[in-house]
């Protein structure tokens, strides 16, 4: 059964860093894209970012370029989202999700991914 845990959400003030973890287990796929989702209230769920295991290659949604920073430790299993420079307009519920996928990149498309977590809550304070 493929599981994946998110943790490392939290309050934190404009301006400041949070890095989630994203702890995957129960999935052999030799190739495989793990992304990072968020859902505001009242808002869909939008695409944050993605890597996938082929090539490393790394995917930014605009409004995330430049201050968060997708990376994967493959001997912990685990998909990180450090997020810097936090606004308050960042503040969303945070999942990952994990596809098979053999491409050379990624898609940040909530519809193609196929195992959800249960999401960790992040809250940016003005």
């Known amino acids: 059964e493929v599981q994946l845990v998110e943790s490392g959400g939290g309050l934190v003030q404009a301006g400041g860093s949070l890095r989630l973890s994203c702890a995957a287990s129960g999935f052999t796929f030799d190739d495989y894209a793990i992304a990072w989702f968020r859902q505001a209230p009242g808002k869909e769920r939008e695409g944050v970012s993605c890597?996938?295991?082929?090539?490393?290659?790394?995917y930014y949604a605009d409004s995330v370029k430049g201050r968060f920073t997708i990376s994967s430790d493959n001997a912990k299993n685990t998909v990180y989202l450090q997020m810097d420079s936090l606004k308050p307009e960042d503040t969303a519920v945070y999942y990952c999700?994990?596809?098979?996928?053999?491409?050379?990149?990624?898609?940040?498309?909530?519809?193609?991914?196929?195992?959800w977590g249960q999401g960790t809550q992040v809250t940016v304070s003005s």
């Open positions: 890597i996938n295991s082929r090539e490393g290659s790394t």
């Open positions: 999700a994990v596809r098979r996928s053999s491409a050379t990149y990624c898609s940040i498309s909530p519809t193609t991914y196929d195992y």
